[in-house]
């Protein structure tokens, strides 16, 4: 009889932590219709609007950059091997003023950035 209760509390436990586990909302969320909520990834969205190049497929790359004294954006490192979309992102960004305003005491950032094949 000992070893029944144990047994149900142990499946009890189990069920319960996997569905906590499986109830996450973040996951839910296309990337591909999330809007950036960071007013600084919005102002990095706004910059990098109407590129004049085509791709064949959709490129997911990550852009590294921190902020200078004078809050302007200066571009480390992007994460694609395509020469294109690297100049475009360095092109656009590098030393562009932002008006947001961040209170991360560290001063650089990771930002994803699709491009989107032509269509």
Sequence with gaps: MKSLKILALLLAVLVSSN????????SRKTVKNAE???????EVVSHLKKPQFY??????VFVKFTLNDKNE??????DSENQ???SF?????NYKKLNARSN???KNFVIPVRVNAAR
């Design 73 to 78: 954006m200066v571009v480390l490192s992007v």
């Design 19 to 26: 569905i906590e586990a499986s109830t996450d909302k973040t």
């Design 36 to 42: 950036p909520s960071n007013p600084i990834s919005k």
């Design 104 to 106: 991360k005491r560290t």
């Design 84 to 86: 294109i979309i690297d």
């Design 89 to 93: 992102i360095k092109n656009r960004l």
């Design 55 to 60: 791709l064949e497929e959709d490129v997911l």
